[in-house]
């Protein structure tokens, strides 16, 4: 095993005998400098010590872009929020509900978001309804008391849960589903047209 390169940890790990014991028997055959490479190389120690100091590396990259971003955005006025909001609809809203506002998610984020737009845009929150789309393996009763505080909406809001058939444990990729779909609907027709066509007004500036 030293004539492969092995660290005296590895070796260690096979045969059951200290290191001192080893130091003892192999004190005849060191390892050539190529061999020394390779075991630091491996060495656990040396592994985690890099992936923390590319770790601290990217946090600082990210720091720095994020304060370059808070710099560049500032605060949102109540025109840029409208036209964020209309934007976010555009991507992940519904448009062929008839006279309901509806936009569905995983991102706690983006529903928080959204239902900040529509209060912004004088919606009464009593008035927004919310439904979830859950897996068979996720409790209905966990998951409305999760979104419930989030929102600060009352459970008396909630319509009942969608269930579907399949599993959250059967997704290869979990990211993002880790609370279920959130629904906010809010049925007003008058704000739905205005919102569509508010979409459409978007839809007429010249594309590049």
Request: aromatic share 12%.
């Amino acid at each position: 095993m030293r004539k492969q390169g092995k660290s005296y940890s590895e070796i260690k790990e096979v045969l059951g005998v200290s290191k001192g014991t080893l130091s003892l028997w192999l004190r005849d055959m060191p390892l050539t400098d190529a061999q020394m490479i390779a075991v630091r190389d491996k060495s656990p120690r040396r592994i985690e010590s890099f992936r923390k100091t590319m770790e601290q590396k990217r946090e600082r990259r990210l720091a720095t872009a994020y304060a370059r971003a808070s710099v560049d955005i500032g605060k949102l006025t109540k025109r840029e929020l409208f036209i964020a909001g209309l934007f976010l609809y555009w991507g992940e809203g519904a448009k062929s509900m008839r006279g309901t506002t509806l936009i569905a998610n995983t991102d706690p984020d983006i529903i928080c978001f959204f239902l900040h737009w529509m209060i912004s845009l004088g919606v009464n929150k009593k008035d927004i309804r919310v439904r979830l789309h859950l897996y068979s393996d996720m409790d209905p009763e966990r998951e409305m008391c999760y979104w419930s505080s989030l929102l600060c909406i009352p459970r008396s809001q909630f319509r009942k849960p969608y269930i579907k058939t399949s599993t959250l444990s059967g997704l290869t990729y979990k990211n993002g589903f880790g609370h279920g779909t959130c629904n906010l609907l809010f049925g007003n027709i008058a704000f739905w047209e205005y919102v569509m066509m508010s979409l459409r007004y978007i839809k007429t500036f010249p594309k590049a």
